[in-house]
């Protein structure tokens, strides 16, 4: 089993930015694709952004690509998700989660362990 804990959410101001962190326990997940996802009040989970296990290949949003960044340090079992230029729309509940299966579509379903979220709130 896999255990993922993020940190790092908070309150900011637009342009701002925040490092989300997400820790992995339990079980290494050095060899899984990792991924963030966020949900805000009443609307759908949405993806973010990908990272595959040995950070050779990264895949954004349209709606973060250039402003965030993903990263992970396997030898911490730790992924990061910098985020900079921060909007009021990107308020939400940002979780990691660890990759099982690619469908390529970056679904959710393609993904089978999840962290509790960490919030990020952006005021204007």
């Known amino acids: 089993q896999v255990q993922l804990v993020e940190s790092g959410g908070g309150l900011v101001q637009a342009g701002g930015s925040l490092r989300l962190s997400c820790i992995a326990s339990g079980r290494t997940v050095s060899s899984y694709a990792m991924g963030w996802f966020r949900q805000a009040p009443g609307k759908e989970r949405e993806f973010v952004a990908d990272?595959?296990?040995?950070?050779?290949?990264?895949y954004y949003a349209d709606s973060v690509k250039g402003r965030f960044a993903i990263s992970r340090d396997n030898a911490k079992n730790t992924v990061y998700l910098q985020m900079n230029s921060l909007k009021p729309e990107d308020t939400a509940v940002y979780s990691c989660?660890?990759?099982?299966?690619?469908?390529?579509?970056?679904?959710?379903?393609?993904?089978?362990?999840w962290g509790q979220g960490t919030q990020v709130t952006v005021s204007s």
């Open positions: 989660a660890a990759r099982t299966v690619y469908s390529g579509t970056y679904n959710f379903n393609d993904y089978s362990y």
């Open positions: 990272i595959n296990w040995n950070s050779r290949r990264t």
